[in-house]
């Protein structure tokens, strides 16, 4: 008796951006991310925007999945891998990892491309791009990134530099393993942790990357009071699930 061949590795990624009003970036961050090679799909969910995110999304070459109205990062991205498993192209080969990626990087997101090898050829299940520092700086105090590093480090021993960036390549047993994902801005410690506690790979591989920071006006504290909000609550949930306060 044979065993049967397992199935061939997937030589390919699906991008998937989460993206609200982006209608200013959005064109030439989808632009970017298809000139990346070894992404052969990218879905753009459009996660209830009021301006033309979508149709400047399908022109620029994504294709695009819709929220009718605004239900947060976690749940766009759940359906953008959703969209992906409905349109998974490799026949018969394993399914296609997934590069997520935000909508604000434009040009820059270009070079994500370095986090697409470790994945595909298996030597990491996750990788993470850490940023340089950005042209302007944020308007927060890092309340909320030393919040996440801690939490982070305490669950799993892992020491993140960039506990928060959200791009991303992840292999599908990974991604399966965050199922459901932490709810909100809490989706990548949510991830990260998940991933870790499953005894997987997990690499923060630095990345030229420029995005849209958020500032000191009340727009940006808004952005940090909500994802402190999710961060805390992914980790709660997480600590809770292994018995620990
Ligand atoms: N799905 C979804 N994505 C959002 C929402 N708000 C922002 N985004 C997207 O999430 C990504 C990161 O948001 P951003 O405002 O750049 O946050 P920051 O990078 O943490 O400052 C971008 O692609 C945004 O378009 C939202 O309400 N829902
Ligand atoms: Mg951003």
Redesign the pocket.
Known sequence: MTTPDPAPAATGVAAI??????ADRIAATVAAVRAIPGVDLVVV?D??SSDATAELAREAGAEVAR?AR????A???TTGAAYVARHEGVEGGSPRPLLF????LEASAANLGVLVPPVLEGRADMTIATLPPQKTAGGGRGFVVRLARKGIEDLTGFSAVQP?S?MRCISRPAFDAATPLARG?GVEVGLTVDVLLAGLRVEEVPCELH????GKDWRGQV?RAR?YRDVALALARRRARRGLR
Not at 70 to 73: A, F, P, S, V
Not at 101 to 104: A, E, K, L, Q, W
Not at 211 to 214: A, D, F, Q
């Open positions: 951006v989460p993206a609200k009003d982006e969910v996660d209830g929220h605004n239900r947060g990062k749940a766009a991205m990626v935000d909508g604000d928060l959200g801005w995005h849209r920071v958020s952005h994802q």
